[in-house]
C-alpha cells in the first residue's frame, strides 16, 4: 500500500450557525468528496458550564467523517494537534479496514483480528499516518466573540504546523476566515507547507452579527477541491483521478 | 474521543476472547487518556498490572513495543509484556486490554519529599542511563513525564510506553510541559535531543512541583524559573547548555552531570561531615541507588556518601 493524500477541513468555532444552509449536511457532502470534517468548539477560559449551540459541533463531525472535540482556550493547541492526528488514523483505518475485507470479505474490521495479526496491521497504519500526505484547510469563524480567541488559534495553528512536520509526509495548509459579507470566507493564508509566519493573520477583519457556518463550509470544499485541481494541471496529472488512496 | 470510565470493582473477572485466561482485579492503579490500569491477579495467582481501554489500535501498538523492549537483552526498557486480548463486558461489548509486570514502585513527586539536591542529579543520571540505551535500540521515550516514572527498589522504573517513537519519525503523544515544540526550543522529531529536553524539565519540576505555563517569553520565563531555584543552582549551566542545544546525547549530559556532583563532593565535605549522622540513612539509599544506576563514576560519589 503506497501512501495516498488525506484531505481534512478543520473547522474552529465557538457558537451556533444561526444563517444558511445546514453545516450538518454541507458536511456530509464534504466527505462524498474525499474530505474529512473536524470541528473543534472554543470556550473561553472563563466560562463555565457547556455553553448552547455546540452540539452542533459533534453532528457536523460525525457528519463529516471526521473528531471533534470542545476545548478551553488553555488546551487548545494540543486538541488541534491530537484531533487532526485521530482524523487522519481514522481515515487510514477506513481504508484498511476495506482493503481487510477484500480479503478477507466478511464485515473484517481490524478490531476484530486476532492480537497477532491485529498487532502487524496496526504497524501499517501507524506506518501510513507517518508517511502520508496531508492537506489541511483550516476554516476560522471570527465572529465577535471570537475576536479574543484569535491568538490563541494562531499559536494553536502554529503547534500544529511543528507537529505535522515532523512527520516524513508531506503537508500542506490554508487558512480561511468567515464571515464575510461579499464571499462569505476570506483566504488568509494560501496554500503552504508551513504555518510558521503567519503575523498579522486575523488582524483586519469584518464580522456582523451572524454566524453562516454551513455556507462557509462549502465555500472551504470549493476552495479545496479548485487546489488539488491546480496542482494536479502543475503536475500533469489527471485532474479526475479518484482521490484518496 | 469520549472517555469510556472502566470501574471494575475489585475481584472482578476479566477472561480474554482469543486465549482464555482469566485475570481478577485487586484494585485500580490509575487512568490515563487511553485506558484504566488495574492490579490484578492470574490463575497461577501472580500479580500483574492490567490496563483495559477502547482503543483497541493504540493499545496494540503499546503492546507492540512492550512486545520489543521485553526482547532488548539484557536492560529492562519498560514493563515485561505478559498477554493480550480482548474482553466481553457483561452487556456483550468488547474491549481490548493487555497484562504486563507490576512495577510496585513510589511516584517521583512524593519520593523526593524531603529530600537534598543531590537526587535531582542522581536521579537525571539514571534516567539518561535508561535513555542511553533505549536511544542506542533506535528509539526514544517521548512522552517522557514524573507521572511516567516509579521509583521501585531505589531504581527509577518507567512505566507506559504509549509514547515511544522511533528515531527519526514525528512525536505523537506529549505534555506540554515537557515538550521542546511548547517552548520553542526545536521540533517534534523523535531525536534523543527532544528526551534530553524532558529530563531538564523534570529536573526543573524538581525546583517547582507545580510546574509553571511559558507566558508570552518562553525562553525567558524557562531562564527565570531556572535563576530563582536554590535546589537547581548545582544544574544551572548543564540545563542551559541543553536548551541551547549544546548536548547531544544521554551519554555526554550523564558525564556532565556526574562532573557535577563530583564537585560537589570536593567542594562540600566538611559541611557532609557535619550533616552526616542525620543523613546517613539517607546517604545509604543513594548510595544504593547510585550503584544500581551503574554510574560510571559511581565509585568517586559513593566515597562521598559514605
Ligand atoms: N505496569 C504498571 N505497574 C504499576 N502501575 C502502573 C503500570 N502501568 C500503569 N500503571 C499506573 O496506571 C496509571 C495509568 O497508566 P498509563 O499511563 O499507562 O495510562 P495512559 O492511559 O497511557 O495514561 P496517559 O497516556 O494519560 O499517561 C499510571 O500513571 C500508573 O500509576
Ligand atoms: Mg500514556
Avoid at chain 1, 82 to 105: P, S, Y
Avoid at chain 1, 120 to 149: C, P, Q
Avoid at chain 2, 178 to 206: C, P, Q
Wanted: one cysteine or more.
Amino acid at each position: 500500500m503506497k501512501p495516498g493524500r488525506i484531505k481534512q477541513i478543520l473547522l474552529l468555532t465557538d457558537g451556533c450557525s444561526n444563517h444558511g444552509e445546514d453545516p450538518v449536511v454541507v458536511a456530509a457532502l464534504a466527505r462524498n468528496q474525499g474530505i474529512t470534517v473536524n470541528v473543534i468548539g472554543v470556550l473561553d477560559d472563563r466560562q463555565n458550564g457547556k455553553p448552547q449551540g455546540l452540539e452542533e459541533v459533534e453532528s457536523i463531525a460525525e457528519a463529516g467523517g471526521g473528531v471533534s472535540q470542545i476545548v478551553y482556550q488553555k488546551s487548545l493547541s494540543q486538541t488541534v494537534q491530537m484531533v487532526t492526528r485521530q482524523a487522519m488514523t481514522q481515515t487510514i483505518q477506513g481504508v484498511v479496514n476495506k482493503e481487510l475485507q477484500e480479503i478477507l470479505g466478511k464485515n473484517q474490521t481490524i478490531e476484530e483480528l486476532p492480537p497477532e495479526q491485529r498487532g502487524e496491521v496496526v504497524e501499517v497504519v501507524d506506518e501510513l499516518g507517518e508517511s502520508s500526505d496531508l492537506e489541511v484547510l483550516v476554516l476560522v469563524d471570527t465572529s465577535a466573540s471570537m475576536h479574543h480567541k484569535l491568538p490563541t488559534v494562531k499559536e494553536a495553528l502554529f503547534d500544529l504546523s511543528l507537529s505535522l512536520n515532523a512527520r516524513s509526509g508531506s503537508n500542506q495548509f490554508s487558512v480561511y476566515a468567515f464571515p464575510d459579507p461579499k464571499k462569505t470566507i476570506t483566504k488568509m493564508v494560501d496554500w503552504t507547507p508551513e504555518l510558521g509566519e503567519i503575523h498579522g493573520i486575523f488582524s483586519k477583519l469584518n464580522s456582523g452579527g451572524y454566524t453562516p457556518t454551513g455556507p462557509a463550509l462549502k465555500e472551504a470544499v470549493y476552495a479545496f477541491a479548485g487546489k488539488p485541481l491546480m496542482e494536479r494541471m502543475r503536475n500533469e496529472e489527471d485532474p479526475y483521478e479518484e482521490t484518496g488512496f | 474521543m469520549k472517555k469510556q470510565v472502566f470501574d471494575l470493582s475489585p475481584g472482578s473477572r476479566i477472561t480474554g476472547k482469543w486465549n482464555g485466561r482469566t485475570y481478577t482485579t485487586i484494585k485500580k492503579l490509575g487512568a490515563g487518556a487511553c485506558g484504566t490500569v488495574f492490579l490484578c491477579r492470574s490463575e497461577q495467582g501472580d500479580t500483574y498490572a492490567l490496563k483495559v481501554g477502547e482503543d483497541s489500535s493504540r493499545m496494540m501498538l503499546e503492546v507492540n513495543m512492550l512486545k520489543k523492549f521485553s526482547k532488548v537483552q539484557g536492560v529492562k526498557l519498560g514493563p515485561s509484556f505478559v498477554d493480550v486480548d480482548d474482553w466481553i463486558n457483561p452487556s456483550g461489548r468488547s474491549f481490548p486490554f493487555y497484562v504486563m509486570e507490576y512495577v510496585d514502585g513510589t511516584p517521583l513527586p512524593e519520593f523526593l519529599k524531603g529530600k537534598t539536591k543531590d537526587w535531582v542529579g542522581i536521579f537525571a543520571i539514571q534516567l539518561l542511563t535508561d535513555l542511553e540505551n533505549l536511544h542506542h535500540a533506535g528509539y526514544v521515550f517521548g512522552d517522557l513525564k514524573t507521572e511516567n516514572l516509579l521509583i521501585s527498589s531505589s531504581r527509577v522504573r518507567w512505566i507506559d510506553v504509549g509514547g515511544v517513537t522511533a528515531i527519526g519519525r514525528a512525536i505523537k503523544e506529549y505534555t506540554e510541559f515537557y515538550d521542546r515544540g511548547y517552548w520553542n526550543l526545536g521540533s517534534r522529531k523523535a531525536e534523543a535531543t527532544y528526551d534530553l529536553f524532558a529530563v531538564t524539565m523534570i529536573m526543573m519540576e524538581m525546583g517547582y512541583p507545580k510546574r509553571f505555563d511559558k507566558g508570552s517569553h518562553p525562553y525567558k520565563t524557562l531562564e527565570s524559573k531556572l535563576a530563582s531555584s536554590s535546589v537547581l543552582k548545582p544544574y544551572r549551566r548543564i540545563i542551559q547548555q541543553c536548551w541551547k542545544g549544546k548536548i547531544q546525547n544521554a551519554a555526554d549530559m550523564k558525564r556532565a552531570l556526574s562532573d557535577i556532583l563530583m564537585k560537589r563532593s570536593g567542594t562540600n565535605s566538611s559541611r557532609v561531615q557535619k550533616r552526616r549522622s542525620a543523613k546517613e540513612s539517607e546517604n545509604r539509599e543513594l548510595a544504593t541507588l547510585t550503584l544500581t544506576a551503574g554510574v560510571v563514576f559511581g565509585v568517586s560519589v559513593l566515597s562521598f556518601f559514605l
